[in-house]
C-alpha cells in the first residue's frame, strides 16, 4: 500500500448525509476520482460516548487499484481532515490491507463459469431481478 500524502486525502459529505474519507486521484467540474474511500460511521456507547469507525465505502472496492467517480453534483461539502482523521483513517486502510492479505488468496476466487453458470440463472425467463428496495424494511 502506497503512504497517503496529506494533500491527497479528503473528507467529503455528501447529499445523502454520508461521509465519506478518501485519496482524491483526479478531479473536474464534474467528477472527482478517489480511491481508498472509507465510510465514517459515528457509533454510541451504553452510556452515550460517542466514537467514530470506518467502514468500506463501496462493498470490493476496497484496495488501491479499485477508483470510484464522485459526481461533483453529490457532494455538498469538502474538507482537508485533521491530522488524528488522517492518521486513523491510515491505520484503518493498513488493518483492511492485511485484512484482506491474511483471509482471501487466488483460490477464493470463484472461476469464470461459476460466475457465468450463476448470471445465466438470473437472467432466466422466469427469474425477475428487483433491484427496487423501496419498503423493504417494515415497521
Not at 500500500?1 to 478518501?22: A, Q, W
Not at 477508483?67 to 493498513?94: C, H, N, W
Not at 460466475?115 to 415497521?139: C, F, R
Request: aromatic fraction near 8%.
Amino acid at each position: 500500500m502506497m503512504t497517503k500524502t496529506n494533500s491527497s486525502i479528503r473528507h467529503l459529505k455528501l447529499v445523502t448525509g454520508e461521509e465519506v474519507i478518501c485519496e482524491v486521484l483526479d478531479e473536474s467540474s464534474d467528477t472527482i476520482v478517489v480511491n481508498n474511500a472509507m465510510s465514517l460511521m459515528q457509533n454510541s456507547l451504553k452510556n452515550g460516548d460517542k466514537f467514530f469507525t470506518f467502514k468500506t465505502y463501496m462493498i470490493y472496492q476496497d484496495t488501491p487499484t479499485n477508483v470510484i467517480i464522485v459526481f461533483t453534483d453529490k457532494i455538498m461539502s469538502l474538507a482537508t481532515p485533521a491530522k488524528g482523521m488522517i492518521e486513523q483513517y491510515t491505520i484503518a486502510l493498513r488493518e483492511m490491507a492485511n485484512y484482506l492479505e491474511q483471509n482471501f488468496n487466488e483460490d477464493d476466487i470463484e472461476d469464470d463459469r461459476d460466475i457465468d453458470d450463476w448470471l445465466d440463472d438470473m437472467t432466466k425467463e422466469n427469474t425477475v431481478i428487483d433491484s427496487d428496495v423501496n419498503g423493504m424494511l417494515m415497521n
